[in-house]
């Protein structure tokens, strides 16, 4: 499909669209919505203040707490006539999120999703087999419309079914994949064992995302599934998927949906903006929505903005991959800490599978960092080999394959987040499966 004329003008063009994006929006909530106009009230904001793009500063943040305490509707800002479809965050504890779209709103997550699709290679000739979940979810739906958008050929299979996702691969001579990367690779190890070559069907491009994941497992997925795969990047507050994308020609970053979703980095703690390239929180301000639009929401995941033109040719601003959610950060022993530097250890290492688990514990006043890590079924037949040669020369202690894979995993974790961990190796199949967003936590300190 081509390319909107937004995905490649210049910096000064893109910034008088978010200009006048950013003035429409502030009047258009300060007129509708009660909650926006008391907070811009007390603070002594008037739509008429915003006079250029730094002015969004003196705008306050919106956070996830406020979307809680405003459920279901008093966030929205179009009359509920007017919304024409609705989503939910998964909401674990107490009430979800939830989020409404008007018309024009699907039409713009829409055009998002499918640059999403165009960015990574995928057009009207693919067959997209959306793996992604339908119903309160947004990435089914969000997938969905893109697929449809850019003319391709939607399979809209949701998440789960195992088998039935390996046999329309195979049937329906599926293209392209949209998938969380942590059940893509729960799919790759039961195809192994039904005797699927990947490599071998018409597969070529997937879309990754709507979790934290390393570099390292796309190099995995890309390799044993013998196709690209670009990140795809969104939250539910903001549209769902289609925020960000990554092109396939650099694969480096994801190029801003920035027309319609302006990002800022901001220090995590003091609430202040940082420059380009600075490393902190992504907060976004939806500029050119209607039915829930959000001033500076706060997003908790934790990236880089980084300015110029890509050699794709497109000028939209990239984020660095998210390294990981603030929320999701551990703090050991005074450390910061995110699973995904472990899973980027663990996936350079032979012997050992992408299924992983981190568990925290206190042991007295300290707190300690467990990794329970899936050893492949080919290292298991090695180490049970070491243990029966070792047995029978008396010489168990020296021999055993786990011992030194233990020492070498628990040195590498160290090296890269700072702190020392237990390494632990389970049996091939023992870490519970995701169909969606894989956990990879289970903080077992006391509340
Ligand atoms: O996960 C939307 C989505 C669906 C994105 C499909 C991509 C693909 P939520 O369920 O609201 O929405 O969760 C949003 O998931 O704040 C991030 O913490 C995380 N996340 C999403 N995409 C990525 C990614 C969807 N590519 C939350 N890399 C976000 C890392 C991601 N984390």
Redesign the pocket.
């Known amino acids: 499909m081509a390319w909107s004329k937004e995905e490649t003008i210049s910096r000064d063009e893109m910034q008088a669209l978010q200009l006048a994006g950013l003035q429409k929006t502030v009047s258009y909530v300060y007129e509708k919505n009660i909650h926006y106009r008391q907070k811009l009230d007390h603070l002594g904001i008037k739509p008429g203040d915003i006079k250029n793009l730094n002015d969004i500063s003196f705008l306050p943040f919106t956070t996830k707490q406020e979307l809680r305490d405003n459920y279901p509707f008093k966030m929205f800002t179009a009359p509920l006539v007017d919304i024409i479809e609705y989503h939910a965050?998964?909401g674990t504890t107490g009430k979800p999120i939830a989020v409404g779209y008007t018309r024009e709103d699907l039409d713009i997550w829409s055009e998002a999703m499918a640059r999403t699709y165009t960015g990574a290679g995928i057009g009207s000739t693919d067959v997209v087999q959306n793996i992604?979940g339908y119903g309160l979810?947004?990435?089914g739906l969000?997938?969905h419309y893109g697929a449809i958008r850019v003319g391709a050929g939607v399979i809209p299979i949701s998440g789960g079914n195992t088998h039935k996702q390996i046999m329309l691969m195979e049937d329906f001579g599926t293209t392209a994949l949209?998938s969380?990367p942590s059940f893509l690779m729960h799919i790759f190890e039961t195809g192994e064992q039904m005797g699927v070559d990947f490599k071998k069907l018409n597969l070529k491009w997937a879309?990754?995302?709507?979790?934290?994941?390393s570099e390292s497992m796309r190099h995995s997925i890309q390799h044993l599934f013998g196709i690209k795969v670009c990140?795809?990047?969104?939250?539910?507050?903001i549209t769902?998927?289609?925020?960000s994308f990554e092109c396939h020609e650099e694969q480096n970053g994801?190029h801003v949906n920035e027309d319609f979703f302006y990002p800022e980095i901001i220090d995590p703690v003091t609430g202040e903006v940082l420059p380009a390239g600075a490393e902190g929180e992504l907060v976004f301000t939806t500029i050119n929505k209607y039915g829930q639009p959000l001033l500076r929401y706060r997003?908790?995941?934790i990236s880089r903005l980084t300015y110029g033109v890509c050699s794709c040719g497109r000028t939209l601003v990239k984020m660095a991959?998210?390294s990981?959610?603030s929320d999701?950060m551990l703090i050991i022993r005074g450390v910061n800490v995110f699973p995904s530097q472990i899973e980027a250890v663990i996936l350079k290492r032979e012997g050992v599978s992408p299924h992983y688990m981190v568990v925290i514990e206190r042991k007295g006043v300290m707190d300690s960092l467990r990794v329970k890590v899936e050893v492949t079924e080919e290292f298991m037949l090695k180490a049970a080999a070491d243990v029966l040669k070792g047995a029978e020369y008396d010489i168990l202690e020296d021999v055993t394959a786990v011992r030194s894979k233990v020492k070498n995993l628990q040195h590498d974790i160290k090296d890269i987040i700072g702190i020392s961990v237990e390494v632990h190796l389970v049996p091939p199949g023992s870490i519970p499966r995701s169909e969606g967003?894989a956990k990879r936590i289970e903080d077992r300190r006391p509340k």
């Open positions: 965050t998964s992604f979810f947004t990435g969000g997938a949209t969380t879309l990754c995302g709507a979790e934290p994941w990140d795809i990047y969104g939250l539910s507050e769902g998927p289609g925020v994801l997003t908790r995941d991959r998210v990981g959610r999701d967003k």
